[in-house]
């Protein structure tokens, strides 16, 4: 009995030791995050073909780490509208403060959201609707991006037509399709509004070089004259390399290049000329900034809003 007894207590003490230790270790374990209101929008920059009127996407479903937005239902968006920083809402979510990666657009390429046929069409000049479809519907960005401890948070998706979106060429008629599933992936970004700035200003191209002057924005030390007019991949997209870019207006001469993640930037304004109803690679233009801007080191930081006024001075 004397032994029993000892032994009893010996249980009993390991027991509560091992409940202390639970308790301990339960008020040490970090508890979960709080969770942010998160928008997402979307966002285009401008396609390189006169013939094109619009190009819409039906968008059946986004998801964000496999999660559908909330509020989302399918829509179908005239991606070719939405340049200059104008931007369609797409849903919420609301998310941990930190860093992610990992967006879904299901695409719709049959019906769009009234029930219409095709889902993904380029609409030309003439009204022709030219159905876009890729390999797979599901597309996946996984450019990362992040949520901050704040209120709210706009999540901005960039799908850059002018990357994703080719003409096939040496057909009769205008045939357009999405670029490959990996070029697709590529050719769209995801960044948090909040840790983005903007370049605009106007491009005076007084020697009238071109029919139509687009600026690419570049990451410092990234562009190559060559590689970027020659084309890259599977679908020869020119100028890939780009950040973003914006057609400089016949009208004014404005240009704006928007959601630019902080850093060191450089301009790079090309012409193209028209043939028909397309327009070709020109050639690489001489700028110079009105107020001594340096174009090949421009310096970004969150909301700020840079002036780059600039002057056309020739062909490179």
Same mark, same amino acid.
């Given at each position: 009995?004397?032994?029993?007894?000892?032994?009893?207590g010996?249980?009993?003490m390991s027991?509560?030791?091992?409940?202390?230790?639970?308790?301990?270790e339960?008020d040490?374990?970090?508890?979960?995050?709080?969770?942010?209101?998160?928008?997402? =929008?979307? %966002?285009? #920059?401008?396609?390189?073909?006169?013939n094109?009127?619009?190009?819409?996407?039906?968008?059946? *479903?986004?998801?964000?780490?496999?999660?559908?937005?909330?509020?989302?239902?399918?829509?179908?968006?005239?991606?070719?509208?939405?340049?200059n920083?104008?931007?369609?809402?797409?849903g919420?979510?609301?998310? @941990?403060?930190?860093?992610? +990666?990992?967006?879904?657009l299901?695409?719709?390429? *049959?019906?769009?959201?009234?029930?219409?046929?095709?889902?993904?069409?380029?609409?030309?000049?003439?009204?022709?609707?030219?159905?876009?479809?890729?390999? #797979?519907?599901?597309?996946?960005?996984?450019?990362?991006?992040?949520?901050?401890? =704040? #209120?709210?948070?706009?999540?901005?998706?960039?799908?850059?037509?002018?990357?994703?979106?080719?003409?096939? @060429?040496?057909?009769?008629?205008?045939?357009?399709?999405?670029?490959?599933?990996?070029?697709?992936?590529a050719?769209?970004?995801?960044?948090?509004?909040?840790?983005?700035?903007?370049?605009?200003?106007t491009?005076?191209?007084? @020697?009238?070089? +071109? *029919? &139509?002057?687009?600026?690419?924005?570049?990451? &410092?030390?990234?562009? *190559?004259?060559?590689t970027?007019?020659?084309?890259?991949?599977?679908?020869?997209?020119?100028?890939?390399?780009?950040? %973003?870019?914006?057609v400089?207006s016949?009208?004014?001469?404005?240009?704006?290049?928007?959601?630019?993640?902080?850093?060191?930037?450089?301009?790079?304004?090309?012409?193209?000329? &028209?043939?028909?109803?397309?327009?070709?690679?020109?050639?690489?233009?001489?700028?110079?900034?009105?107020?001594?801007?340096?174009?090949?080191?421009?310096?970004?930081?969150?909301?700020? @809003?840079?002036?780059?006024?600039?002057?056309?001075?020739?062909?490179?």
């Open positions: 009995m004397k032994n029993y007894g000892k032994f009893a010996m249980v009993l027991i509560m030791t091992m409940t202390s230790c639970s308790k301990n339960d040490t374990m970090p508890k979960e995050g709080e969770a942010y209101s998160t928008t997402f =929008k979307i %966002t285009d #920059a401008p396609i390189d073909n006169a094109v009127e619009a190009v819409f996407v039906t968008i059946a *479903d986004v998801k964000v780490d496999g999660t559908s937005l909330e509020g989302f239902s399918k829509t179908t968006i005239d991606l070719s509208a939405l340049v920083g104008k931007t369609e809402t797409l919420n979510l609301d998310l @941990q403060a930190g860093s992610y +990666s990992n967006i879904a299901i695409l719709d390429y *049959d019906t769009d959201a009234t029930g219409n046929t095709p889902g993904c069409y380029v609409e030309t000049a003439n009204g022709t609707k030219d159905k876009l479809e890729a390999s #797979a519907n599901s597309i996946s960005i996984d450019d990362a991006y992040e949520v901050f401890a =704040k #209120a709210s948070n706009e999540v901005i998706i960039d799908f850059d037509l002018r990357k994703t979106v080719k003409e096939e @060429q040496g057909t009769a008629s205008s045939n357009f399709e999405f670029v490959s599933m990996s070029e697709l992936s050719g769209i970004r995801a960044i948090n509004e909040e840790s983005t700035g903007m370049i605009s200003g491009a005076n191209d007084t @020697q009238d070089t +071109s *029919d &139509k002057i687009v600026v690419y924005a570049y990451e &410092k030390g990234t562009f *190559d004259a060559e970027e007019t020659e084309g890259k991949g599977e679908s020869k997209v020119t100028f890939a390399n780009a950040v %973003t870019s914006s400089v016949s009208a004014n001469g404005s240009y704006s290049v928007n959601f630019l993640k902080e850093g060191t930037y450089e301009l790079v304004f090309v012409s193209y000329n &028209k043939d028909g109803d397309k327009f070709f690679f020109n050639a690489l233009l001489e700028a110079e900034s009105a107020t001594g801007l340096d174009l090949g080191a421009i310096s970004v930081s969150s909301a700020l @809003q840079l002036s780059a006024n600039v002057t056309i001075t020739g062909t490179k």
